[in-house]
């Protein structure tokens, strides 16, 4: 039997959902690759489904994320925008180090429980 | 607007989830109420699904959760065994710690952009 572990999820909400695992993972992807479509496809993800999910985060947020580059966000590239890179970068390092203690108070909590269990 | 807020949920697993925010709950309730049939009640559940959530929690930790009393866990009352009692107690102090932190780190990290957000 495995050890236990953690799974931890945070979510940024307003009235909806703003921010989460998902589309961290989108948005970062759009950072490295320039596009939509390449990021939704290293996802495993429709084009179609890409845009779905950036569309309800602007609007859920009312920060536009991607930037329009030649052939518009459809056809050519995407840039995040200011405010998307800053959110996602905030994003980062606040469930780094949220991870990072609930790790180290996981392993103190749960330790005994987990050599109790073998 | 609402201004951003976080949600956390963190789930324990070996194999398969073994412990979260529903069955924290309704063992909490138990341990409250004394009845895995006032527990599920006050969850608005049936009393056929809490005995199904205990029993796959009991499957996948391999620990037994509740203590037959007299009339057997489905007749009489129930009880938490010690090892359900240390399993709550932890996971909510765990819950309590993170959540503290994970508030205040928040608070750092998302005070200006809600600020920019009217």
């Given at each position: 039997m495995k050890d236990l572990h953690y799974h931890i999820s945070i979510k940024l909400y307003k009235?909806?959902?703003?921010?989460g695992p998902g589309i961290y993972q989108l948005l970062s992807l759009v950072e490295q690759t320039g596009s939509l479509r390449a990021a939704a496809m290293k996802m495993e993800m429709s084009y179609n489904k890409a845009w779905g999910i950036v569309s309800m985060v602007e609007k859920n947020s009312g920060i536009t994320m991607l930037q329009k580059q030649s052939g518009g966000v459809h056809g050519g590239g995407a840039v995040l925008t200011p405010q998307a890179k800053q959110l996602i970068s905030d994003y980062r390092k606040y469930i780094e180090e949220v991870n990072a203690f609930a790790k180290e108070r996981f392993d103190a909590y749960f330790a005994d429980f987990r050599e109790e269990q073998p």
């Open positions: 009235d909806e959902r703003v921010f």
